[in-house]
């Protein structure tokens, strides 16, 4: 089993700053891609930012420029560096880890962290 333990949410004013992390641990081959996802109230979970298959990066639309997602390989662990934060980024923020749980076999399997609140007050 693998889990995902994330956190580093809170509440900041318009043009803060936040830190989130997120640790992989358990029994797994390889990480093939890990990053970010957020779910704000009525609304579907959208991708934030993650590396992706190759270690490259990818990031939404909205976090470009203010989002920085960086990793520590030894630890297994991601962050997210959020900075000039809007009313509108206010959610829930999500982990997700999609690994390979053996070296012979190829599938991805999907994890999810617990989730961590982000609340951006104006």
């Known amino acids: 089993q693998v889990q995902l333990v994330d956190s580093g949410g809170g509440l900041v004013q318009a043009g803060g700053s936040l830190r989130l992390s997120c640790a992989a641990s358990g029994s797994f081959f390889r990480i093939n891609t890990m990053g970010w996802y957020r779910q704000a109230p009525g609304k579907q979970r959208e991708h934030v930012a993650r590396?992706?298959?190759?270690?490259?990066?990818d990031y939404a639309d909205a976090a470009k420029g203010r989002f920085t997602i960086s990793r520590d390989n030894a630890k297994n662990t991601v962050f997210l560096q959020m900075n000039s934060l809007k009313p509108e980024d206010t959610a829930v923020y999500y982990c997700?880890?999609?690994?390979?749980?053996?070296?012979?076999?190829?599938?991805?399997?999907?994890?999810w962290g617990q989730g961590t609140q982000v609340t951006v007050s104006s």
């Open positions: 997700n880890a999609r690994v390979m749980k053996n070296w012979n076999d190829a599938r991805d399997y999907d994890y």
């Open positions: 590396f992706t298959y190759g270690g490259n990066t």
